[in-house]
C-alpha cells in the first residue's frame, strides 16, 4: 500500500492520476497546504522543498521502503515499478521523458505564474498578467502544433507525459485561454477528461479543497512562511 501525501492540486492530481491508471493501492494523507501541513516536520522529513506531492512505498526497490518527492520523480519511479505508461524503447522512451522535463519546467511552473498574477495576486500588474497570459497560450500553441500530427503528446501512445499535463490545464479558464484557438489540444484534452481513470484521480482529496480568501491560507502560500529557511 503505496502512502501518498497530497492535495487536490495539479500537482498531486497528476500523482493520483498515475497510481490509478496503475491500479496500484494507495491510501492519501490529506496536506492541507493553506493551513500550513507542508511545513510540519513530519512532512519535511519526506518532502524537504515543503512542495506536495511525496509518497512512501514500505516495498521499494530491493523490497526496502523508499520515500520521494517531486512529481515528475515520483511519475517515473511508479512507471519503472509497474512497467507502464513509460516506453522501453530507447527512443520512445526519451521522447516520452523529453515532455515530461517540458511540462516540470515550462507548463507547471509557467501556467502556476499566469494563475496567481491573474486571480490570486493582491494587486493586478498588468504587465505580469500579460506576461504570463501570453505565455500560457505560447504553451497551449506547442501543445497544439504538437497534437496535430501526434495523437498523444508523446506519441502514438499514452504515456506519463500525458498524466503530468492534463491537470494543468484543467484551469484553461483562468489562464486566460480561449479553446478554440487550440482545437487539437481541446481533442486531446477532452479525451484524457473521459478516461475513468483520469476521473478517479481528480477526484482524490477535491471535496476538501477551500477557496483562497483568507490571511492564513495566503501567508501560507505565498507570503512569509512560505519563504521562512527551515
Known sequence: MIEVYSWATPNGHKVH???????????????????????KPEFLAISPNNKIPAIVDPDGPDGQPISLFESGAILMYLAGKTGKLLPTGT?????????????MGGVGPMLGQ??????YAPEKIEYAINRYTNEAKRLYGVMDKRLAKS?????????????????????????????????????????IA??????????VLAEHRKPLNDEKARNALFGKQQYERR
Not at 91 to 103: I, K, S
Not at 114 to 119: E, G, Q
Not at 194 to 203: D, E, L, Y
Open 151 to 191: 495523437k498523444y503528446i508523446a506519441g502514438p501512445a499514452y504515456s506519463v507525459a500525458d498524466i503530468a499535463i492534463f491537470p494543468w490545464l484543467r484551469s484553461w479558464k483562468n489562464q486566460g485561454i480561449d479553446w478554440n484557438d487550440f482545437p487539437h489540444l481541446k481533442g486531446w484534452f477532452d479525451e
Open 91 to 103: 527512443t520512445e522512451r526519451y521522447q516520452v521523458l523529453e515532455w515530461l522535463m517540458f511540462q
Open 17 to 39: 492520476i498515475m497510481l490509478e491508471e496503475c491500479g496500484l493501492p494507495y491510501k492519501v494523507t490529506a496536506v492541507d497546504i493553506g493551513a500550513g501541513d507542508q511545513f
Open 114 to 119: 499566469a494563475h496567481h498574477f491573474r486571480i
Open 194 to 203: 473521459a478516461r475513468p481513470a483520469v476521473q478517479r484521480g481528480v477526484a
